[in-house]
């Protein structure tokens, strides 16, 4: 039994192998946050499609540091084994992680969209399997209430993410009908 659990969720520069982190969240299984961060590209300096989706610009990351400058207490975090790590299409948010440095090794992972997708059964001819439904989707489907966030914000889908994994966690009844 892993002692612990990590949601996580970035908001990248976009979604191509030369992209990077702009915002990280992390929190536990109970909410707290342990992260939430923005941090300067160094590569890139404008991304006007994904700022279109996460509503950070350029101007909102300068003068942040690069998230290599957490990289040692990120790792660490990440990387402990005692740790399931969760996140709505969690490879990603992995692969962009590393992208920008921070290698997580961990594979102690659960994916909330896959593991959604595979509990609604849609079929998806075009990739195979099961659709793959968005986190905003997701959290309908489970009534979550966004507060005064707004989805693609780091933190937002953190925590959303985290409300539909609990609410997964819970037994499903069928529903009898009296017709």
Same mark, same amino acid.
């Given at each position: 039994?892993?002692?612990?659990?990590?949601?996580?969720?970035?908001?990248?520069?976009?979604?191509?192998?030369?992209?990077?982190?702009?915002?990280?969240?992390?929190?536990?299984?109970?909410?707290?946050? #342990?992260? %939430?961060? *923005?941090?300067?590209?160094? /590569?890139?300096?404008?991304?006007? !499609?994904?700022?279109?989706?996460?509503?950070?610009?350029?101007?909102?990351?300068?003068?942040?540091?690069?998230?290599?400058?957490?990289?040692?207490?990120?790792?660490?975090?990440?990387?402990?084994?005692?740790?399931?790590?969760?996140?709505?299409?969690?490879?990603?948010?992995?692969?962009?992680?590393?992208?920008?440095?921070?290698?997580?090794?961990?594979?102690?992972?659960?994916?909330?969209?896959?593991?959604?997708?595979?509990?609604?059964? #849609?079929? %998806?001819? *075009?990739?195979?399997?099961? /659709?793959?439904?968005?986190?905003? !989707?997701?959290?309908?489907?489970?009534?979550?209430?966004?507060?005064?966030?707004?989805?693609?914000?780091?933190?937002?889908?953190?925590?959303?993410?985290?409300?539909?994994?609990?609410?997964?966690?819970?037994?499903?009844?069928?529903?009898?009908?009296?017709?």
């Amino acid at each position: 039994m892993l002692e612990k659990i990590l949601v996580f969720d970035t908001e990248t520069t976009g979604f191509r192998s030369d992209d990077e982190v702009l915002t990280l969240a992390v929190v536990d299984g109970m909410g707290t946050t #342990v992260v %939430d961060d *923005r941090y300067a590209p160094v /590569r890139k300096t404008a991304w006007p !499609e994904a700022e279109k989706i996460n509503r950070i610009s350029p101007a909102m990351v300068m003068g942040c540091p690069p998230i290599l400058a957490q990289q040692v207490a990120l790792e660490r975090i990440f990387n402990d084994p005692g740790t399931l790590l969760v996140g709505y299409n969690i490879e990603f948010d992995i692969r962009l992680l590393a992208q920008s440095g921070i290698r997580i090794t961990n594979p102690n992972r659960h994916d909330v969209m896959l593991a959604f997708s595979a509990f609604r059964k #849609v079929p %998806d001819a *075009r990739r195979g399997g099961y /659709r793959w439904w968005k986190l905003t !989707e997701c959290a309908a489907y489970y009534h979550y209430d966004w507060g005064m966030t707004q989805a693609h914000g780091a933190l937002a889908d953190t925590l959303a993410t985290l409300y539909c994994y609990q609410r997964m966690k819970e037994p499903v009844y069928e529903e009898q009908s009296l017709f």
